[in-house]
């Protein structure tokens, strides 16, 4: 049985399961794979860490939003303006920096209504 961790506080806790998603994944292929450093630990928030988590994750879904409102912004602009082939990549790569940036605050889903089932 794999050791249940706080993304928070990072104890060995208790706590509600952390939902897989495509980053979590990208990350554990990463140390699986290129430094072989992956301990199998299943994440999940504590009691007591709850409202920490509950803070941030607000916080990453709204710089979430504002990042791909300004990404969509300036493809657009950058597509109306210059109406080339160049434009519509160069318009793909700022809208995926803006992503990549939302990123830097990152937060992962708990599976609330998985734990209330079992």
Same mark, same amino acid.
């Given at each position: 049985? $794999?050791?249940?961790?706080?993304?928070?506080?990072?104890? +060995?806790?208790?706590?509600?399961?952390?939902?897989?998603?495509? *980053?979590?994944?990208?990350?554990?292929?990463?140390? #699986? &794979?290129?430094?072989? &450093? +992956?301990?199998? &630990?299943?994440? *999940?928030?504590?009691?007591?860490? @709850? $409202?920490? @988590?509950?803070?941030?994750?607000?916080?990453? +879904?709204?710089? #979430?939003?504002? /990042?791909?409102? =300004?990404?969509?912004?300036?493809?657009? =602009? &950058? *597509?109306?303006?210059?109406?080339?082939?160049?434009?519509?990549?160069?318009?793909?790569?700022?809208?995926?920096?803006?992503?990549?940036?939302?990123?830097?605050? /990152?937060? $992962?889903?708990?599976?609330?209504?998985? #734990?209330?089932? #079992?």
């Amino acid at each position: 049985m $794999p050791k249940t961790v706080c993304i928070i506080c990072g104890k +060995e806790k208790r706590g509600i399961d952390v939902a897989d998603d495509l *980053v979590l994944d990208s990350i554990r292929w990463f140390k #699986q &794979n290129v430094t072989h &450093n +992956e301990r199998g &630990n299943r994440l *999940v928030v504590c009691r007591e860490c @709850y $409202p920490k @988590y509950a803070a941030s994750r607000k916080k990453f +879904e709204s710089r #979430q939003r504002l /990042y791909l409102g =300004l990404g969509i912004v300036f493809a657009l =602009l &950058n *597509v109306t303006l210059s109406r080339t082939l160049a434009s519509v990549g160069i318009s793909l790569l700022i809208l995926l920096l803006f992503i990549c940036f939302s990123l830097m605050s /990152y937060s $992962p889903r708990i599976n609330i209504k998985k #734990q209330h089932s #079992q």
